[in-house]
C-alpha cells in the first residue's frame, strides 16, 4: 500500500540534498574538522618540500613553484572570506590553488553535516566539503591532507608533464623533473605496508625472517626472495612468503605514493631463488624470462599474488637438460636418481625406464593434470608432479603400444586391446601393470611344463590337469573342479586326493565313493610332492616334475602310460 502524500505548507523550509552528498558521520566530521583545522593553522607544513629549479628551459618559471607560489597568495589571505570567496570560483589562476581557497573558506565554517563524496578505482573514497569550483579530486586532497596517497591527487597536471611527486607517511616532495628518491620515502611505505623489518644499514632494509648474514655475503637462500633496488642506492630485501601474504600488493602500495606512476624510472627488482641440485649461474635464458616478469610487475601487468610461482617457472623452463620433479634438478646422468624419486612401485619404475627408452630424444613438461608439452629444442623433462601414474597418462596414447611390448610377451591383437581399454578406463598403472605382469609371469611358468595342450586319461592326467588349474588360475578354483570329478574309480580317488592335500575335503566326503576316499588318502603323499614340484618348474625345469609324475603313475599303478615328450 503506497505510503500517504506529504502535504507541504506555505513558509515551511525544505531541505534538499544534492547529487553525490551524504549526511557525514561523527568520524567524517571530526576528521574533516581536524583537517581544516590544521589547514588553517599551519598550512605551509603540507605542502610539498620542492626540491626542483625555480627556472626551466629558455628561463620559464617552474610550474611546481608557479603553484606553490599562487598557494601562498591563498595562506596570506586565509582570514580573508571574500577574497577567498572570489579566487574559489576563479575562471583563470591555478587550479590548485583555488582548491586550496575553498579548503580555507570551509576551514572557516562550523557545519559539516553535508560532504560530498570522492570516489576513485585506486585511491579509494573519501568525503570532502565542496566549496568553489575546481575539481573534486583537488578538493579531496587538499582537505584529506592527512592521507599520504589522497594529496597526491592535487599535483596530477603536474606529474602528467613530467614534475615527480613522493608522498609516504614520513613527508611530502617534489623532486622536480628527476626522480630522486630518500630512504624516508622508502621506509614509510615499507611501514604503511605493515611489512616487519630491519635496517641493516643506510643502503640495505631487510625484511624479517631473512637471514642477514648470507644476503651481505651474497650466499643462496633456503627460500626465494626479491631486491627491489632504488635509485639512490637503497635496496629493499623482501621474503617470497611475504609478499604472497600482504593484503594489499606491495608494488600497488608504491605506485599509489608517487606521481607519475612510473616506478620502473627508479626501482630495479632481482629475484634469488636456485631449484634444489642446481650449482653456478642460472641460464641466461632464465634470468632474462624473470626481468621480464618483475618488469611487468612494476608496471601492474603481472599479478603480485602469483609473481613468486611465476618467477620459478621461469627460471625452471629457462633450463634446457637433465631431469626437474617440482622443482629439484638433476643432472643427466643422474636419471636413476630422478626415477627414485618418483613415486611408484618398481614395475612402475621399470616401465619408465623403458618409455625414456623409447620417446624421442627431446624435452617434455608434464602438469598435474597429466597433460604433456614437448620441447621441441629443449631435452629437459620436467614432472610436475613426483606421480609416475601421471607420466604414464601422458604418454600412453602416443607410446603406449610399445611400452607393453617392451614389459611384456603380449600378441599384437591381447595388446591392442589392452591399451585400448586403459585409455578409456584410465586404471591405475600400478595395478594395470601388476596383473599383466602376473599374467605374463603365469603365462612363461606354464610355457615350461611338460605335456602342454595334451590331454590323457587316468589319475595322472587328472593330476597334471588340477596342478596346470592351480598354477593358472588358483588352488580354490581346481579344488571346486576336483568336486565335480566323476569317472573311474581312480580319477575320483586322485580328486579326493588332490582335497586332502589343501584341506578342502571337509564337509565334502559325500560326494565320493567311499573306496575313492580310502584310496585316495594312499596317494595323498605322492600327489602333494607332485604339487610341491609343480612351483619348482618356471625356475628349475620340467625335469624334476616329470620324475614326480612318474613316482605318481607307480603308485596309482594305472595301466594309462604317460605320453611321450
Avoid at 628551459?57 to 608557479?66: A, D, T
Avoid at 609478499?243 to 606512476?261: A, R, S, T
Avoid at 591383437?413 to 601388476?434: D, P, V
Wanted: proline share 4%; hydrophobic share 35%; charged share 30%.
Amino acid at each position: 500500500m503506497p505510503a500517504p502524500s506529504k502535504v507541504n505548507f506555505p513558509g515551511q523550509k525544505q531541505r534538499i540534498r544534492m547529487r553525490g552528498t551524504k549526511q557525514a558521520s561523527k568520524d567524517v566530521k571530526q576528521r574533516l574538522k581536524k583537517n581544516l583545522a590544521e589547514l588553517r593553522e599551519a598550512p605551509e607544513s603540507l605542502l610539498p618540500v620542492y626540491s626542483g629549479p625555480k627556472r626551466i628551459k629558455w628561463g620559464r618559471k617552474s610550474p611546481v613553484f608557479s603553484t606553490l607560489e599562487e598557494i601562498n597568495k591563498i595562506i596570506d589571505n586565509r582570514f580573508d572570506k571574500k577574497w577567498l570567496s572570489k579566487r574559489m570560483m576563479s575562471k583563470r589562476g591555478d587550479s590548485v590553488a583555488k582548491a586550496w581557497a575553498g579548503a580555507m573558506i570551509a576551514a572557516q565554517e562550523e557545519d559539516y553535516s553535508t560532504v560530498s563524496v570522492f570516489k576513485h578505482p585506486l585511491y579509494g573514497s573519501a568525503s570532502y566539503i565542496r566549496k568553489g569550483d575546481s575539481r573534486a579530486g583537488f578538493l579531496t586532497g587538499v582537505q584529506n591532507h592527512h592521507n599520504p596517497r589522497l594529496r597526491l591527487l592535487p599535483w596530477e597536471e603536474h606529474a602528467k608533464r613530467g614534475w615527480w611527486f613522493f608522498s609516504s607517511k614520513n613527508g611530502f616532495v617534489c623532486s622536480g623533473q628527476t626522480s630522486k628518491i630518500s630512504n624516508d620515502w622508502i621506509l614509510g611505505i615499507i611501514e604503511r605496508a605493515k611489512i616487519n623489518h630491519n635496517i641493516s644499514s643506510e643502503s640495505l632494509i631487510i625484511s624479517s625472517g631473512i637471514d642477514l648474514e648470507k644476503i651481505e655475503n651474497n650466499e643462496d637462500l633456503d627460500q626465494g626472495y626479491f631486491k627491489l633496488n632504488f635509485s639512490n642506492g637503497t635496496t629493499f630485501v623482501i621474503d617470497e612468503d611475504l609478499i604472497k601474504d600482504l593484503k594489499e600488493p606491495l608494488v600497488m602500495q608504491f605506485v599509489l605514493g608517487v606521481l607519475p606512476p612510473k616506478l620502473i624510472d627508479f626501482i630495479e627488482v632481482e629475484y634469488f631463488w636456485k631449484p634444489k641440485g642446481w650449482e653456478g649461474d642460472l641460464p641466461n635464458q632464465s634470468t632474462e624470462a624473470v626481468e621480464n616478469i618483475v618488469t611487468g610487475w612494476l608496471n601492474l601487468v603481472v599479478p603480485e599474488k602469483g609473481l613468486p610461482l611465476l618467477c620459478r617457472k621461469a627460471i625452471l623452463e629457462g633450463i634446457d637438460n637433465g631431469f626437474i620433479l617440482g622443482e629439484r634438478w638433476f643432472k643427466p646422468e643422474d636419471y636413476k636418481d630422478f626415477i627414485t624419486e618418483l613415486s611408484g612401485n618398481d614395475l612402475e619404475r621399470l616401465a619408465v625406464e623403458k618409455l625414456f627408452e623409447i620417446i624421442p630424444n627431446k624435452g617434455f613438461y608434464v602438469n598435474l593434470e597429466g597433460e604433456i608439452e614437448w620441447k621441441e629444442e629443449s631435452e629437459l623433462i620436467w614432472l610436475e608432479s613426483e606421480s609416475i601414474h601421471l607420466l604414464l597418462v601422458s604418454m600412453w596414447e602416443e607410446f603406449g603400444l610399445e611400452l607393453l611390448n617392451e614389459l611384456f610377451e603380449i600378441n599384437e591383437q591381447s595388446a591392442q586391446e589392452i591399451h585400448s581399454k586403459q585409455l578409456k578406463k584410465r586404471e591405475a598403472f600400478g595395478n594395470l601393470l601388476r596383473k599383466l605382469n602376473k599374467t605374463n609371469s603365469i603365462q612363461k611358468t606354464l610355457s615350461k611344463f611338460p605335456w602342454q595342450d595334451i590331454e590323457f586319461n587316468g589319475p595322472c592326467g587328472i593330476a597334471h590337469a588340477l596342478v596346470m588349474l592351480a598354477r593358472s588360475e588358483s588352488v580354490g578354483v581346481s579344488c571346486a573342479y576336483a568336486t565335480k570329478i566323476r569317472g573311474s574309480l581312480e580319477e575320483e580317488a586322485i580328486a579326493w586326493s588332490w582335497l586332502l592335500i589343501h584341506k578342502k575335503q571337509s564337509g565334502k566326503d559325500w560326494k565320493f565313493n567311499p573306496s575313492a576316499r580310502d584310496l585316495g588318502g594312499d596317494w595323498s603323499v605322492s600327489l602333494e610332492r607332485l604339487w610341491d614340484e609343480s612351483g619348482n618348474v618356471g625356475e628349475e625345469g620340467p625335469e624334476g616334475y616329470i620324475s614326480k609324475m612318474n613316482e605318481l603313475q607307480k603308485t596309482t599303478g594305472t595301466q594309462h602310460k604317460l605320453p611321450e615328450l
